[in-house]
């Protein structure tokens, strides 16, 4: 049987890495694998001098830290169900690409990861952080495919409403 030391848990705080987290929680648990939670903050790229208003290094730091503190807080509720947890922040413009350096750099045995379930436009100009991973892993990954309604909601509240 398969029983993976490192699990890497990618997390955006959407409904679907939640339950993807559970789900790899509960692996980790069965297998007694440490659980690794991912997240990736965006780079804020630096502005020109005549938007100095803007403070995006400061910004990016608010990101990471909030990142940090809810990120901490998912790990000291698996460790009350008894599941060997940690987190780790990057920072990168391609949250997939860090997500597999993360995993490669601890040697992740494998990668719990959900998908929003986009098709169509959607996944082709917003891209599919999953299936980069998928397909660019070094290790096995599980997909776990958000519940359609789920990820029409996400995708309603992020775009506004659909026209008919």
């Known amino acids: 049987m398969f029983s993976p ?13 939640q339950e993807a987290l559970k789900t790899a ?4 648990k069965g297998s ?13 790229p630096k502005l020109p001098s005549a938007t100095e208003i803007f403070q995006e290094g400061q910004y990016e730091a608010a990101l990471h830290q909030d990142a940090e503190r809810r990120l901490n ?6 460790k009350k169900d008894g599941v060997n947890a940690r987190a780790e922040v990057g920072l990168a413009d391609e949250p997939g690409m ?23 436009w959607h996944r082709l100009v917003f891209g599919s952080v999953a299936e ?20 029409h909601e996400k995708s309603s509240q992020a775009h506004g409403p659909v026209a008919a």
Do not use: Y
């Not at 030391?5 to 890495?17: H, N």
């Not at 929680?25 to 980790?28: C, L, P, S, V, Y």
């Open 98 to 120: 860090e997500i597999l350096r993360i995993a490669e750099e601890n040697h992740a045995e494998l990668i719990v990861i959900s998908t929003h379930g986009m098709t169509g």
């Open 73 to 78: 807080a998912m790990v000291e509720d698996l």
């Open 25 to 28: 929680a509960d692996i980790a």
């Open 5 to 17: 030391k490192l699990i890497v848990a990618p997390v955006d705080f959407s409904e679907p890495s």
């Open 132 to 151: 980069k991973v998928v397909r660019l892993a070094a290790c096995p990954v599980l997909v776990l495919r958000a519940q359609q309604k789920a990820a």
């Open 32 to 44: 007694g694998a440490e659980l690794l939670l991912v997240h990736a903050v965006p780079v804020i």
